[in-house]
């Protein structure tokens, strides 16, 4: 009996914290921003401090001063590199739709059967520029806030100076707070991990990427690949869409198949040896997550958070999956979050 009530009061809870995270997502969402910013500054700032120079290392504020302006170049390239694009491909994707629409009627009149009332209804669904609003639409809400996501990051740099006093207040027992302090590193260490992989992994293929729609000569190849690197951070679905984006694109902007077979062959070829060779050996342990764990987080946490849920789902489900790994517990249920049943090495 308690274990049914043991049952229903997880679903309970499951189904509050969600609805907390849904209704609550304009509060949120600008400060787990703010706190991956704040990761990212600490995550370079280590970077920075590891050579050594002579018998000495950098200072930490110069490392810190070092990360801002690091940060600050790649996005003023980022920003550059979108606002001059920007409006070129607004301005085509009238004639894209267009294509579009042909494209797709040529397909359709192959079948042997009429869906005329098919193609209508997915033709007035299916709009390249609803798409591209929703788009600017999610960026544009992210943008509104970045006065108060520099406000949050200031703090927490300010705070985190302090963060080892208040661990030690909140674990007066040395036992516990060992192991706080054991949990902490464990997360820094793999969440650290899986961002420089996946940082150099996706720039690897959105440069190879980038040299292939320049060969081909697609429109924006600068763009498209950076939106391809952006991609790549959403596993699985991310991954899919990366692929199926520029080879959608070859359709409509040229006409021939050829552009079309080269770039799906050899983006298909790529993400296959990223996905299934390199990344699993090399982000595999750090992630240590199900397949089917990956595929329920993103759509869950997509459907809480829309796109900013879908990059950081999966860095917020280590993070749980961590912590839950820690306690006795708690460790069948992240024994069936993970990969292979083996869960993090120091939680034994």
Same mark, same amino acid.
């Given at each position: 009996?308690?274990s049914?009530?043991?049952?229903?009061?997880?679903?309970?809870?499951?189904?509050?914290?969600?609805?907390?995270?849904?209704?609550?997502?304009?509060?949120?969402? *600008?400060?787990?921003?703010?706190?991956?910013?704040?990761?990212?500054?600490?995550?370079?700032?280590?970077?920075?401090?590891?050579?050594?120079?002579?018998?000495?290392?950098?200072?930490?504020?110069?490392?810190?001063?070092?990360? &801002?302006?690091?940060?600050?170049?790649?996005?003023?390239?980022?920003?550059?590199?979108?606002?001059?694009?920007?409006?070129?491909?607004?301005?085509?994707?009238? %004639?894209?739709?267009?294509?579009?629409? %042909?494209?797709?009627?040529?397909?359709?009149?192959?079948l042997?059967?009429?869906?005329?009332?098919?193609?209508?209804?997915?033709?007035? %669904?299916?709009?390249?520029?609803?798409?591209?609003?929703?788009?600017?639409?999610?960026v544009?809400? &992210?943008?509104?806030?970045?006065?108060?996501?520099?406000?949050?990051?200031?703090?927490?740099?300010?705070?985190?100076?302090?963060?080892?006093?208040?661990?030690?207040?909140?674990?007066?027992?040395?036992?516990?707070?060992? @192991?706080? @302090? @054991?949990?902490?590193?464990?997360?820094?260490?793999?969440?650290?991990?899986?961002?420089?992989l996946?940082?150099? &992994?996706?720039?690897?293929v959105?440069?190879?990427?980038?040299?292939?729609?320049?060969?081909?000569?697609?429109?924006f190849?600068?763009?498209?690949?950076?939106?391809?690197? &952006?991609l790549?951070y959403?596993p699985?679905?991310?991954?899919?869409?990366?692929?199926?984006?520029?080879?959608?694109l070859?359709?409509?902007?040229?006409?021939?198949?050829?552009p079309?077979?080269?770039?799906?062959?050899?983006?298909?070829?790529?993400?296959?040896?990223?996905?299934?060779?390199?990344?699993? @050996?090399?982000?595999? %342990?750090?992630?240590?997550?199900?397949?089917?764990?990956i595929?329920?987080?993103?759509?869950?946490?997509?459907?809480?958070?829309?796109?900013?849920?879908?990059?950081?789902?999966?860095?917020?489900?280590?993070?749980?999956?961590?912590?839950?790994?820690?306690?006795?517990?708690?460790r *069948?249920?992240?024994?069936?979050?993970?990969?292979?049943?083996?869960?993090?090495?120091?939680s034994?």
């Amino acid at each position: 009996m308690s274990s049914t009530i043991s049952i229903f009061a997880g679903v309970a809870l499951f189904y509050l914290i969600a609805y907390g995270l849904y209704i609550g997502k304009d509060l949120l969402i *600008p400060f787990v921003i703010s706190v991956a910013i704040w990761y990212l500054l600490i995550t370079l700032s280590a970077l920075f401090q590891k050579p050594t120079f002579g018998k000495k290392r950098l200072p930490y504020p110069a490392a810190l001063l070092l990360s &801002l302006g690091f940060i600050f170049i790649v996005s003023l390239f980022i920003y550059e590199l979108v606002s001059s694009n920007v409006s070129d491909v607004g301005r085509e994707l009238p %004639r894209y739709q267009e294509k579009l629409g %042909r494209l797709f009627n040529n397909l359709l009149d192959i079948l042997p059967f009429d869906i005329s009332s098919f193609k209508k209804d997915f033709l007035s %669904r299916f709009s390249l520029i609803s798409i591209a609003a929703s788009v600017a639409q999610s960026v544009t809400f &992210l943008i509104s806030y970045l006065g108060i996501i520099f406000l949050y990051v200031l703090f927490l740099m300010l705070e985190w100076r302090s963060f080892d006093q208040k661990l030690e207040a909140l674990f007066p027992d040395v036992k516990q707070l060992a @192991k706080a @302090k @054991k949990i902490i590193r464990t997360i820094s260490r793999d969440i650290q991990s899986y961002l420089i992989l996946k940082t150099v &992994l996706s720039l690897a293929v959105a440069l190879i990427a980038y040299i292939l729609f320049s060969a081909i000569g697609l429109h924006f190849p600068a763009f498209w690949a950076l939106v391809l690197f &952006l991609l790549n951070y959403i596993p699985t679905i991310g991954a899919i869409f990366a692929t199926l984006l520029p080879c959608f694109l070859t359709l409509i902007q040229f006409d021939t198949w050829m552009p079309f077979i080269f770039i799906s062959t050899s983006l298909i070829a790529i993400q296959f040896i990223e996905g299934n060779i390199i990344e699993p @050996k090399l982000i595999g %342990r750090s992630v240590n997550l199900s397949p089917v764990v990956i595929l329920l987080s993103l759509a869950v946490w997509g459907y809480l958070w829309g796109i900013v849920g879908l990059f950081l789902g999966i860095p917020i489900m280590v993070i749980v999956n961590i912590i839950l790994s820690h306690f006795e517990k708690t460790r *069948p249920i992240a024994i069936l979050l993970s990969e292979n049943g083996e869960i993090h090495p120091d939680s034994d």
